[in-house]
């Protein structure tokens, strides 16, 4: 894009998250196992959920959906990432910059409405029992997963076509892994107020609505383990809700700090390291937490290992 002396942007420089060559190994180990670890633990969910049938509920369609969208979203910046931490030169063209921060974009605003469908999900499941298989049926369910990846990709149209209207100096350097919005949107070269405010305003939809409605449909699931006579079945559920709350908290807490305040008072450096929490913190977590602590899934992947133990014999 031009910008006010007449330069046009052809391609931009990623920092990354250190510039120290032993560093850079150390962080490109620990993030290679990180992402193998994803790659791992959402294929085997999504492998698990597509071959047992028992799996074939509205729940774990909806974990199928989370696990293969973390897939996508952590390899957006993943890959990129590690490639740049052994080269000398961390350059990425215009044309993959504004690609990368789009699909980044899309795929993170999916997230925060799927994670608002999942707890919905089991407030049904949970307060509404007699009715949840014709509440969620198979129709709903599949309607309810279109909306909201549809949502995310349409709603992050504006805000990337409004960053790419702004005006840009001679500096092409980005202060973090990937193309985020925060950054790419810092280099420009003029008052950017009013873009800003419409970022803030379609972030709070997508961010503030989805966890507001997280937590009024935990609150409602609470009230209804509370009247759970047993004290086991009491525990196990409050375990649940707690540990799918800590990662809620993790992942929207993480955005909202990243896309939810003014460039005046962003640190310079600090957006990349809390990108690392809802890019790359939060994919590892999701399966430990949804799924590969349930007994449903534990079961499939015991009778997975049998089939294959018997295969072979």
Known sequence: MPGNNDTVV????????SSEPTIQVFIFIVFLLV???????????????????????????????????DLCYSSTSVPRMLKDLMSVKKTISYA?????????????????????????????????????????SKMVCVR?????????????????TLTLSVNRCDNNEINNFLCELPEVLS?????????????????????????????????QIIFSILKIKSAGGQQKAFSTCGSHMMV???????????????????????????????????????????TLRNNDVKSAFLKCRIKILVLKI
């Open 96 to 136: 993959e910059c504004v690609t990368q921060m789009y699909i980044s974009l899309s795929l993170g605003e999916t997230e925060c409405i799927l994670l608002a469908v999942m707890a919905y999900d089991r407030y049904i499941a949970i307060c509404y029992p007699l009715q949840y298989t014709t509440i969620m």
């Open 35 to 69: 992402y193998i670890v994803i790659l791992i633990g959402n294929i085997s969910i999504i492998t698990l959920i597509l071959s047992d049938v028992s799996l074939h509920t509205p729940m774990y369609f909806f974990l199928g959906n989370l696990s293969f969208l």
């Open 10 to 17: 052809t391609e931009f420089i990623l920092l990354g998250l």
């Open 248 to 290: 809620v908290t993790i992942f929207y807490g993480s955005c909202m700090a990243a896309y939810l305040k003014p460039r005046s008072s962003s640190t310079p450096g600090t957006d990349k390291f809390i990108a690392i929490f809802y890019l790359i913190i939060t994919p590892v977590l999701n399966p430990m937490i949804y």
């Open 187 to 219: 280099l420009g070269c003029e008052n950017i107020m009013l873009i800003e405010l419409v970022i803030f305003v379609v972030g709070s939809i997508i961010l503030i609505v989805p966890v507001t409605f997280i937590v009024i449909s935990y609150f």
């Open 144 to 160: 309810l997963a279109i909306s909201t990846w549809l949502c995310g990709f349409l709603s992050s149209i504006s805000v990337v």
